[in-house]
């Protein structure tokens, strides 16, 4: 039997069928392109339906329109993502929003959305995902794999105006670690908590490289090569992890 942590010759990630979410800019577009390019078959999920199948022709994804606010359509994308790929052993929850601003000016209900989007989305996800992960399982020696996209600042906030991003991400950061304990030992859950990324969700955010170790912030790319690292076999010991990818913002 092949060591699960030994990689394999070849692309890491020939033969996976993985699924991400937001995966039609930023993060998620990046990391479809390198899992690709890994050898991969890719699924995007994707609520604007013109940068999807922009980046479905780029990636040469499969591109599946869906919300991950709601759960109906999530699920749907789910079966036609699995029946197209012919089943689903990992996934990549990259979706998200962004509200900033002090909290007199933040209210409730924009406080609301940022949860639903973020942290409900991501729990959402992760259970129309289970049933096709558990399937898939026995077909990855290192185990299924669900990573989330998390933040920095959900493990130390540093800052003023970002009160209900940062709590949204917190949670991911508690949610993974649950369904690690969950999901375990079959499918490995982590997430990656990026720093300041360039990508159109963060367009016209104010630029403060000063408070990072490396000076500057990152470039999509930076943050799908550890996402690579978590859905492959090298990290085949890990699982409930928040592994930082900011530039030592937190030093954590």
């Known amino acids: 039997m092949t060591d699960a942590a030994e990689p394999a010759t070849g692309p890491r990630l020939a033969g996976r069928r993985i699924v991400i979410t937001g995966g039609a800019s930023g993060i998620g577009r990046a990391t479809a392109a390198l899992f690709a390019r890994e050898g991969a078959r890719v699924a995007l999920l994707d609520r604007d339906a013109a940068a999807l199948a922009a980046a479905g022709a780029e990636t040469g994804a499969g591109a599946h329109r869906a919300d991950i606010a709601d759960p109906a359509s999530v699920e749907a994308a789910f079966a036609a993502a699995a029946a197209a790929m012919g089943g689903i052993d990992g996934v ?5 929003i962004l509200v900033t601003g002090p909290v007199e000016q933040v209210d409730a ?42 933040s920095g600042v959900g493990l130390l906030p540093t800052g003023p105006n970002g009160a209900a991003y940062a709590a949204s991400k917190g949670g991911v950061v508690t949610l993974t670690k649950a369904l690690a304990m969950e999901f375990a030992p079959a499918i490995r859950v982590n997430s990656v908590c990026p720093g300041a990324v ?39 010991f890990m699982t409930g992890i928040a592994l930082p990818i900011d530039g030592g913002r937190t030093f954590h």
């Open 92 to 96: 990549v929850n990259a979706a998200g």
């Open 109 to 150: 209900d924009a406080f609301r959305r940022v949860v639903e989007v973020n942290l409900t989305g991501t729990y959402v996800v992760a259970r129309a995902a289970l049933p096709y992960l558990r399937a898939g399982a026995a077909s990855v020696p290192s185990g299924a794999t669900l990573v989330n996209i998390a």
């Open 198 to 236: 360039e990508t159109p969700m963060t367009d016209g955010a104010p630029r403060h490289p000063e408070v990072y170790a490396l000076r500057r912030w990152a470039v999509p790319s930076e943050i799908a090569a550890g996402i690579l690292f978590l859905t492959g076999p090298e990290s085949s």
